[in-house]
Each structure stands twice: as structure tokens, then as C-alpha cells.
Nanobody, 125 residues
Framework: QVQLVESGGGVVLPGESLRLTCAPS????????MAWFRQAPGKGREFVASVNWNGYTTIYQASVKGRFTISRDGAKNTAYLHMNRLKPDDTAIYYCADGAFTTGTYDNAANYDFWGQGTQVTVSS
């Protein structure tokens, strides 16, 4: 079974940038909707951003719109999350997910079938 692998997390200062990558553990020819969720200490998992299977539709949580950009490489079925102007409130474990759903909304975690193990992002001065 193909798994998702996240990378790119780390510790940065407020205002700095990071790029997260989510890639399948082995090559796959199928294209799925892909998304990033995050979970801060003591809080539930929340939607961050999503990109649909062909890359034409992207959706963002309001608090990251204008600072984060989600993109994908269709040939590799890999998703990226470019995070700029990071804030301490962005500190969380970031998870990527993919799914082949045809109904439901992109920001609903229940619609996604496969998840990565998560990568820690810490924004602190």
C-alpha cells in the first residue's frame, strides 16, 4: 500500500518561510485530491489547504490565505505547501492527506483516505 511521506518541517523565526513536501512512498499513476491539515498542541486537527486532482482548484483556511500556497506536481502526485510570513500560531504538526472522493468538501478530513505521519513546524523567537 502506498503511503504518504511529509518532509520540510523545522524550527524557524516569526516572519520566515518553509516549504513542506508530501510525496507517495512509491510511484503511482493515479491522481488524487491532496490536502494539508495541522494539529497544534492541545487542539484538534484543522484544515489548512487543499488542491484538487488536476491542480485547478485550491482552497485555503482563512488564517493562512495570502501567506501559504499549495501546489502539486501531477507527474509525481506530490504536493507542496509553501509557507511564508510564518507566525507562532502556525506552530503545529502538519499532515498531508489524499483521497479520490467525488462528493463532499475538500476541507473535510473524513473525505481523505490516506495520511502521512506528520512533520513538525515550530515558529518561535
Amino acid at each position: 500500500q502506498v503511503q504518504l511521506v511529509e518532509s520540510g518541517g523545522g524550527v524557524v523565526l516569526p516572519g520566515e518561510s518553509l516549504r513542506l513536501t508530501c510525496a507517495p512512498s512509491e510511484p503511482t499513476t493515479q491522481s488524487y485530491h491532496m490536502a494539508w491539515f495541522r494539529q497544534a498542541p492541545g487542539k484538534g486537527r484543522e484544515f489548512v489547504a487543499s488542491v484538487n486532482w488536476n491542480g485547478y482548484t485550491t482552497i485555503y483556511q482563512a488564517s493562512v490565505k495570502g501567506r501559504f500556497t499549495i501546489s502539486r506536481d501531477g507527474a509525481k502526485n506530490t504536493a507542496y505547501l509553501h509557507m511564508n510570513r510564518l507566525k507562532p500560531d502556525d506552530t503545529a504538526i502538519y499532515y498531508c492527506a489524499d483521497g479520490a472522493f467525488t462528493t463532499g468538501t475538500y476541507d473535510n478530513a473524513a473525505n481523505y483516505d490516506f495520511w502521512g505521519q506528520g512533520t513538525q513546524v515550530t515558529v518561535s523567537s
